[in-house]
């Protein structure tokens, strides 16, 4: 039998329902596909309790109600498309497919094809591949904000998934990143393993605001990932001629900033947004796989590692473990100090 967590409220309940299986007049672009490991992303959890403007697309088969999930790794089991065989490791290029179930019938077009080379790749290192490691690439590497070996860069949500691939991936292009963390009653383990990682530094929250700590070289490039008051404070650290990214809204969709003629005329800071799926978009389907795949090569060769992760196995899991762990996760995520990442391992 299948599986699915089709979505209840701001819950999630497990359904179970037939295994899919690819009819004979298909139309020729559908690719039955076993997903392997899903992560919950944040972004799952705004889904939930509607706090994101973009839905899941597909329902369960059972309560005919949506399958969260924005991403994870899939196997093709069988296609109609030239595109993809049997075999394949496959990741969403759509968001919405609902990856929080074992099995689905998509679109060729909605996935993204890993190269062989890569295939033992672990599925939970390939889970985070898509929402996290590619991000944390096209942050460093995006032409609106060039960057150069020696630059001072200073990240926001500093223990998230995309913060820790993007300390590793700096250190590699010899960028100087400097985390910020929420504060918590004991920092140190934290900043230690973040340092480890090649953090430049590592700051918390109220260190920034009281501006301790920070480097005398320039701070050029702000990536905030929560906006409202931390918004402002890296805001407030970047160099004259400086710019500010905004990545995510952990703070919430109705968050704030206040700017000032101070930002934008006295120092002439730039603030540009970043959508990942806008980036992918305009660098077309060639690329985008090929640097999936040189992604995928830095798992398998050891260059970069995951975090630490929760994993929670559906196929061990009984009766309403599933259900709770996401209930945990949720919790989890309104704390004042970050959470582990809960990674659903599904077949």
Known sequence: MAQSLAQTGTT???????????PAQSPPDSV?????????????????????????????????????????IALVE?????????????????????????????????????????ST??????????????????????????????????????????????????????IKPILVIRDRPNPEPVKAELLALGAEAVLTESEVEAGLLLPKQPIILALDSVFGKIGELLAASLAPGGKFVLVGLL??????????????????????????SEHLKR??????ESLIGEIARMFVDGTLKRPRVKVVDWTTAGEGEVEKALEEAVELAKGEAGHVKTVWKLT
Request: hydrophobic share 35%; aromatic share 6%; with cysteine.
């Open 32 to 72: 039955l596909v076993r997903f392997l490991a899903s992560p919950v992303n944040r972004v799952d959890l705004m889904v939930l309790n509607n706090q994101y403007p973009l839905k899941p697309k597909y329902t369960s088969p059972t309560t005919n109600t949506p399958i969260p999930g924005f991403d994870g």
């Open 283 to 288: 660098m077309g389907d060639e690329q985008t």
């Open 121 to 174: 790749i672990s599925p939970i290192d390939a889970s985070l591949i898509r929402s996290g490691a590619l991000i944390a690439h096209l942050l460093l590497t995006n032409p609106s904000t060039p960057l150069k070996a020696g630059d001072h860069i200073i990240i926001s949500a500093g223990t998230s998934t995309v913060s820790q691939f993007l300390i590793q991936l700096a250190k590699h292009r010899g």
């Open 78 to 118: 069988s296609s109609t498309s030239p595109l993809f065989s049997p075999g394949d490791l496959t990741l969403p290029r759509d968001l919405g497919l609902g990856t929080w179930r074992t099995h689905a019938i998509l679109p060729a077009s909605s996935l993204l094809k890993l190269p062989p080379s890569v």
């Open 12 to 22: 999630c309940q497990l359904t179970t329902h037939p295994i899919p299986s690819l």
């Open 251 to 276: 703070a919430g969709p109705k968050a704030s900033m206040q700017l000032t003629t101070q930002h934008l005329f006295n120092r002439q800071l730039s603030f540009l947004p970043f959508r990942g």
